[in-house]
């Protein structure tokens, strides 16, 4: 439980500048529980703190934790340099709070991402001391063969790297699709072990992290999310069936 001061708590939720988040206060532009509040050093619990901002309900939210259904052609950089931006499918204020994907998708890769402002979570989800899995679907040029899937199980050697890197799973979906499981995170890692296994993937698109599925979320390419506390505790290394 704490309290703050009205115009730092929508500075914190990342409505703009002290000054201006003052003057909306002022403005009449801010209300909670039906009342408009003018005072803006008035002192505010947090705790399951709902506010009107143009008539819009948004909720006091400490850190931010959510994923996105990220569409092909967008960058996971804050500062893109060939196509948009993945934060310009988030609200604006999203910006002002320092969001960052979690881990990157190539611009052409689609599927769930993880974006958030907390630095800690960031850090212990990227982190390949965790081994957390990673699941792909991707689609081959080139048939899908057994010998294709046994080399991407014993592992493929990739240029710079020390060893040869397997999946951790890996099964066929159909003639040119298979599914695929990781857990280093490697620069362009799929792609680059199914071209070192002799084939080239055309699509890629991530399905799940940890125990916590894209399916599950319902989410449209282009679409995000708020993860609850239940969803944010299968983003943990798991048993593979």
């Known amino acids: 439980m704490s309290k703050l001061s009205l115009d730092r708590i929508l500075q914190s939720q990342g409505f703009g500048t002290r000054k201006y988040c003052r003057e909306l206060i002022e403005d009449g532009e801010v209300s909670i529980a039906g009342e408009v509040v003018r005072q803006y050093k008035q002192a505010i619990e947090t705790d ?49 709070r320092d969001v960052q994907p979690v881990g990157r998708l190539d611009h052409d890769t689609t ?38 899937v046994n080399a991407l199980l014993a592992g493929v050697q ?35 072990m199914l071209a070192a296994a002799g084939n ?11 125990q916590l599925t894209l399916d599950s979320l319902e989410l449209e390419e282009g679409e995000w999310c708020y993860l609850t506390p239940e969803q944010l505790a299968l983003l943990v290394p798991h048993s593979l069936p």
């Open 200 to 210: 080239h993937c055309s699509f890629l698109r991530r399905t799940a992290i940890g």
């Open 48 to 96: 399951g703190l709902r506010f009107h901002i143009f008539d819009e309900e948004w909720e006091y939210r400490e850190h931010l934790y959510i994923v996105l259904n990220k569409p092909a052609n967008f960058e996971c950089s804050r500062k893109p340099s060939h196509h948009p931006g993945v934060l310009t499918l988030l609200p604006e204020q999203f910006s002002w």
């Open 111 to 148: 599927g769930m991402l993880l974006m958030s402002d907390d630095g800690p979570f960031i850090h212990s989800q990227s982190s390949p001391k965790r081994h957390i899995p990673k699941v792909y679907v991707a689609t081959t040029a080139d048939p899908v063969t057994a010998e294709l």
């Open 158 to 192: 990739l240029h710079d790297e020390p060893a040869p890197l397997a999946a951790l799973l890996c099964r066929q979906l159909d003639t040119n699709s298979i599914e695929i499981i990781l857990e280093q995170g490697k620069y362009h890692q799929v792609k680059r």
